[in-house]
């Protein structure tokens, strides 16, 4: 039976895993922490797309939106094909057993986010990507034909290479983190679904996994990589002292709270007393916020807009946050559409339509990532053919579909479109590999002859922080380039320091992923540079026409 290799256990890969299991193929999944612990986990909103294949004009705003939202830089073939594939992925999932929110009548309870112009996205409260993950992650526990393992990290792709420049994955080189022994693993195909990589930025909504990993593997074995300089800033994750930054999600905007300045609050609320002692209409706070200065659309901008308009409100006020207000709309619709954020609020001793909750832009989704096909094969830096028996799928892949910012919900969708896409080209086309000389002798084991065990960790959390810091403070949300050209030098000599340490010492997790961080780092820093036009979420003050 043909093996299939999965990296990564969010919603690309567990829906990728079940689809090649069903087909007959043999499947490992690894995750470098517990099975759980994924992006799509941690995904509020929801997944945008059209259910009723006839609903034609609904289909072409979602396109229309989408195209809008990536600043006329998305692939509008991809943009086309996953909206209109839309309806039957989404049809696989609730078949799965995901459960979407519905009304009292049974219907599914579609909601607006920021971008969008219709209400096109099915949810599960705030709690949509946790919902998708245990359902995906039942029916694969389930499954024979899939072997799960926790605790595994890849560390390289085993690519063979002949003189004709053709290049085949043979497997991954895997470091079993509980043993710390690094393992061969040899598979017919290899699927990469690592995520993204948020843990490059002191704030992020990323979980602790997302350290860019596939990317880096993948662009070490001679992948291109794409877009690069397209980072999305989730405009509002909470402001406050917790240990993890937690998101509030974009549906509570479209729900209708409103983003104000710490003054534009406190006018608002000198205004309503007056309007309230003298019976007058309590006034709109939509007419106070900030956010009508950057967009008409006001705090439902796409999240490109509202992310530097926070961000420059912020540089003028000195203050480290704005507010999300919420105390115009009623309470108990809002606690009960909400109760995962509601939660989370209450240990602070906030609550939404009570108290206004202080907010500030994260780092949250890497538009860029590894290049692939239509079919989600990973593409060569060298020209334009393929990588041969490799994909690359969710956040790690740049498929054109969100061009130069995505619209919100469009992830998972993407996720799941394209997982079956890859899913489907592999299994018609992918065949055993056979047992060449060539292959076996790519099929060693990972060499540690003359390599020492890693004593000292102290040298790597300083590089990780400096790494982090100088990522947030140059490469963030607005940018230079000065500011860029003093981050390529100084992630330079990390990379340097990072590399005598790899050359040297037995591979730990914590060294593994410093040096993809590192790697994907100075990649982001040298796209923003190459890039003279400021567009969707790259904005270079120095390339501003006066």
């Known amino acids: 039976m043909p093996k299939a290799l999965l990296a990564g256990s969010g919603i690309a890969g567990l829906f990728s895993a079940i689809k090649c299991a069903d087909a007959g193929w043999d499947v490992c999944v690894i995750t470098k ?16 797309g059209i259910l009723d294949k006839t609903n034609l004009e609904g289909k ?24 209109n594939e839309a309806g039957e992925r989404i049809n696989d999932l609730i078949n799965v057993g995901v459960n979407f929110h519905t009304d009292s009548d049974g219907n599914f309870d579609f909601i607006k986010e920021g971008g969008h112009s219709q ?20 029916r694969a526990k389930e499954h024979q034909r899939i072997k799960l393992l926790s605790n595994h990290i890849a560390l390289d792709l085993i690519v063979d290479k002949d003189d004709s420049n053709n290049q085949e994955v043979l497997g ?46 993948a662009s070490r074995a001679g992948a291109k990589l794409s877009d690069m300089e397209f980072v999305q800033f989730h ?30 609050y406190q006018n608002w609320i000198n205004v309503k007393q007056k309007s309230i002692e ?21 705090s439902l901008a796409t999240r ?41 609020l209450n240990e602070f001793d906030l609550s939404l339509g009570k108290n206004p909750i202080p907010v500030v832009p994260a780092a949250h989704y890497f538009v860029g990532g590894v290049s692939v096909d239509k079919h989600g094969r990973v593409l060569k830096k060298s020209d334009d053919g393929v990588i041969k028996r490799l994909f690359a799928i969710g956040e790690v892949a740049c498929t054109g579909m969100h061009g130069a910012n995505r619209l919100a919900s469009n992830s998972l969708l993407e996720a799941v479109v394209y997982s079956y896409r890859a899913s489907s080209k592999m299994i018609k086309d992918i065949k055993p590999l056979e047992k060449t000389d060539s292959i076996e002798n790519n099929i060693n084991k990972w060499e540690t002859n003359g390599l020492k065990n890693l ?6 959390i300083d590089d990780l922080k400096s790494l982090k810091n100088i990522m947030t403070r140059d490469v963030g949300v607005v940018r230079s380039n000065f500011r860029l050209n003093r981050a390529l030098r100084k992630v330079n000599l990390i990379d340097k320091e990072v590399n005598l340490v790899w050359k040297s010492s037995i591979p730990t997790m914590e060294l593994i992923e410093l040096r993809n961080m590192v790697h994907i780092a100075l990649k982001i820093i040298q796209s923003a540079l190459s890039r003279k036009n400021n567009l969707g979420l790259h904005y270079n003050t120095d390339n501003v026409k006066e």
């Open 33 to 48: 922490q517990n099975l759980e612990e994924s992006s799509t986990n941690y995904a509020q909103g929801g997944i945008a």
């Open 119 to 138: 209400k096109i996205i099915l949810h599960s409260k705030d709690s949509t990507g946790k919902e998708i993950e245990n359902a995906l992650l039942k």
């Open 60 to 83: 072409e705003i979602h396109i229309m939106d989408t195209l809008n939202a990536g600043d006329g830089y998305c692939n509008e073939d991809v943009v086309r094909t996953v909206v």
């Open 235 to 264: 405009p509002t994750s909470a402001a406050v002292n917790s240990k993890k930054t937690f998101l509030i999600s974009e549906a509570v905007r479209g729900f209708g709270a409103v983003l104000m300045t710490s003054s534009e």
């Open 172 to 217: 991954l080189w895997v470091l079993n983190i509980d043993e710390g022994i690094v393992e061969t693993f040899h598979s017919d195909s290899v699927i990469l679904a690592t995520g993204g990589g948020g843990q490059l930025f002191s704030r992020t909504t990323n979980p602790s996994v997302s350290t860019a990993d596939g990317m880096a593997i």
């Open 278 to 298: 003298n019976y007058e209409q309590t006034p709109s706070p939509d007419e106070f916020s900030f956010t009508n200065k950057y967009s008409q659309d006001g």
């Open 304 to 344: 490109d807009v509202v992310a530097r308009a926070i961000d420059n409100e912020l540089n003028i006020s000195g203050e480290d946050h704005v507010y999300l207000v919420t105390e115009h709309l009623d309470s108990e619709i809002l606690r009960n559409r909400f109760p995962l954020i509601e939660n989370f």
């Open 455 to 460: 004593i000292e960790n102290y040298s790597l």
